[in-house]
């Protein structure tokens, strides 16, 4: 089952294209990671799908509905976490969760539930019942990675996951999205950690000036173009 | 729990922080310190004795017989000091208090017996740039109203002996009478003056001070978001943008509500220690149920203006610091009819000058203020139908924006501008 279709994306900002014709498409269960420098394009056609930004041209559906005219029941399906995004500073961590995750519960047996998966994602204990703005840096990553998989959403699109994040952090965020994507979750996240990607994404794009300029399982690139990590596979393509 | 209430819940937490409560606090308790010291020094002006200080260089009987009718007055505490010159005797005032120092120079005795006009040095000491200490200072032209009236009564008592000085002096004792909104009212138009200026200038300060809270709550509250990097995520929320603004809206008003309150609080004791005990009332210019419904109507369609407003210049803030200026054009708008109705009113004003005036939404609150107490419910409602098309127009353009990449992208625009 396809998850995410994109079709010939292109979207201006002014005079500037940031994307400029990407095709590519996501199996459901998949973890699929956009791949390319700063500026590449990663995050506007992250934001397109997330249903944020609309696209100048082409075409992108996720499980079947356009993200412009159904954008409604886009948003049932997903959950967005953004690059260097934080929560509000002001609610206290669990507080926090609830908000979230009241907007997908049906009953608040489903947002207990929902809000019980985060705090085990998170690992915070105590400390959520602090306010946010005392939080670090990692505790942050921490609770919005829970926050975005609370609801085990069938789509999730991960911007940066792991960015700013030490060693220990980033391999804790890494094991969680293996796992959920074990359990039927589709992801969708960009990076330029070329070694993170190699490690967690069935299959890659690799973006440049907003072209999508190669698709493929890491492995296969690697072999494709001999190149011994995927940075090599990025520089030869881009040369 | 409604996604509505979700919003407005988590809105009402982040912007209602211990540190706001605290200066909302300050704020009234410098409300109440404040009134309460110029209640007592405005008190203290209006029922104390005028303290002045006579220097009489005359020594004539004519002299010293006036000095001891000024000092059997009721409002005046003089003080004859005895000194060779003007610099002494001031000395000598100052160290009494006085707020002034007469000097009734040589020969002065004489020129009032021969009825000529006879110099008296007027000097106001004044020991501060307060309103109340100049306002002391100028006093002490009471007392020379009152030794120019003693004579008067004098000069006219020995030309007309059987007549009445007072009944020569003033011959005619005018009666006052205001006739509004088809009553006759006992009173002066002084009075009728400073019972409007009352009435209608709480209307404009309470719409400024809601108007300024509620925006500033909204402006914030979008500053925070984008700060934050939380506006993203909840735009990818399984809920509608009209929502999201109802919600931002409303959380906003909240608080902007709780702290108007309060503030109103502070500031009508404020300007109650001010209002003299002895202030007029006029039933013909009370306001009645309608009345207030009506005004009630127009103030909460400003509001309502000024958060729909305060919300879309909110997109273009790109964080908290940023949002902090972004008020500043609802605030003009606001102090615009502000001012112009301070210093004239609707039904004189040149009609360029109205036509910006009915323009600006905010004006039709004030006005309305006015046009009640005078039975004018035509221009208050055609303000309401006004103000009602405004808002529902900037809803419509609100929900478009959030609607578009501009709610995330406008920042991006604006720097590309410079």
Redesign the interface.
């Known amino acids: 089952m396809i998850a995410i279709s994109v079709e010939g994306l292109e979207k201006n900002f002014g005079g500037v294209k940031a994307v400029d014709g990407a095709s590519f498409s996501v199996s459901a269960g998949e973890i699929f990671g956009l791949i390319g420098p700063n500026g590449a394009g990663k995050s506007t056609t992250l934001r397109i799908v997330s249903t944020l930004l609309q696209p100048s041209n082409g075409s992108v559906n996720v499980f079947g509905h356009d993200v412009v005219k159904e954008a409604s029941e886009v948003r049932k399906l997903i959950s967005y976490l953004p690059e260097d995004a934080g929560a509000y500073k002001n609610l206290k961590g669990i507080e926090y969760l609830n908000f979230m995750a009241e907007f997908f519960a049906k009953n608040r047996e489903e947002r207990e539930q929902m809000v019980k998966r985060a705090v085990e994602l998170s690992a915070l204990g105590e400390r959520l019942n602090d306010k946010i703005s005392t939080y670090s840096k990692g505790m942050m990553r921490k609770i919005l990675v829970a926050r975005a998989l609370m609801i085990k959403p069938k789509l999730a699109i991960l911007d940066e996951p792991t960015g700013g994040l030490d060693v220990l952090n980033a391999r804790e965020v890494r094991d969680t999205v293996k796992r959920f994507a074990k359990e039927g979750t589709t992801f969708l996240l960009s990076s330029h950690n070329m070694l993170e990607v190699d490690f967690l994404c069935d299959r890659i794009a690799l973006i440049d000036r907003g072209r999508i300029v190669e698709t493929g399982k890491p492995a296969e690139l690697k072999e494709k173009y001999k190149a011994a990590n995927i940075e090599d596979v990025f520089v030869e393509v881009i040369s | 729990?409604s996604?509505l209430t979700?919003i407005l819940?988590?809105e009402v937490?982040?912007l209602l922080?211990g540190q706001m409560i605290a200066s909302m606090l300050i704020m009234v308790v410098f409300f109440v310190i404040f009134g309460s010291v110029m209640g007592n020094v405005q008190e203290e002006a209006i029922s104390g004795k005028t303290s002045i200080a006579l220097l009489d260089l005359d020594g004539s009987e004519e002299s010293q017989r006036l000095t001891e009718m000024v000092g059997s007055q009721g409002n005046i505490a003089l003080t004859v000091v005895s000194a060779h010159g003007v610099e002494e005797a001031l000395k000598l005032a100052e160290g009494y208090d006085s707020n002034a120092l007469l000097v009734l120079p040589e020969g002065f005795g004489e020129k009032i017996e021969n009825m000529d006009n006879a110099d008296v040095e007027v000097y106001a000491i004044v020991r501060g740039l307060g309103i109340m200490d100049t306002m002391s200072s100028t006093q002490a032209q009471v007392a020379i109203s009152i030794i120019n009236n003693i004579l008067a009564q004098e000069y006219v008592k020995k030309a007309y002996p059987d007549k009445e000085p007072q009944s020569v002096l003033n011959p005619i004792v005018p009666k006052n009478f205001i006739f509004i909104k088809g009553a006759i009212n006992e009173g002066s138009p002084e009075a009728i003056a400073s019972l409007l200026m009352g009435q209608s200038i709480l209307v404009p300060v309470i719409l400024m001070i809601a108007i300024m809270f509620a925006g500033q709550m909204v402006i914030t509250s979008m500053g925070?978001e984008k700060?934050?990097?939380?506006l993203?995520?909840l735009?990818?929320?399984?809920?509608?943008r009209g929502t999201i603004i109802l919600g931002k809206i409303g959380g906003a008003t909240v608080v902007a509500f709780i702290m108007s309150i309060v503030y109103l609080a502070g500031f009508g004791y404020y300007m109650y220690s001010l209002t003299p005990s002895n202030s007029i009332s006029m039933p013909a210019l009370s306001m009645g149920v309608i009345d207030y419904a009506l005004l009630g109507i127009s103030l909460f369609l400003a509001i309502l203006v000024a958060l729909s407003l305060s919300m879309l210049l909110g997109v273009y803030s790109q964080d908290t610091k940023s949002a902090q200026t972004m008020i500043l054009p609802v605030t003009i708008l606001v102090m615009i009819p502000f001012f112009l109705l301070m210093f004239s009113d609707y039904t004189t004003m040149p009609s360029a000058l109205l036509a910006v005036m009915f323009a600006i939404p905010f004006s039709h609150p004030m006005i309305a203020s006015r046009a009640l107490l005078f039975g004018d419910y035509n221009i208050v409602i055609a303000g309401i139908i006004y103000m009602t098309l405004f808002s529902a127009i900037l809803w419509l353009i609100t929900v478009r924006v959030f609607r578009?990449?501009r709610v995330?992208?406008a920042k991006?625009?604006l720097r590309?501008r410079r």
């Open positions: 729990m996604h979700n819940w988590k937490k982040e922080t925070m700060e934050n990097k939380t993203e995520t735009l990818t929320m399984p809920v509608s578009s990449d995330i992208t991006l625009s590309r």
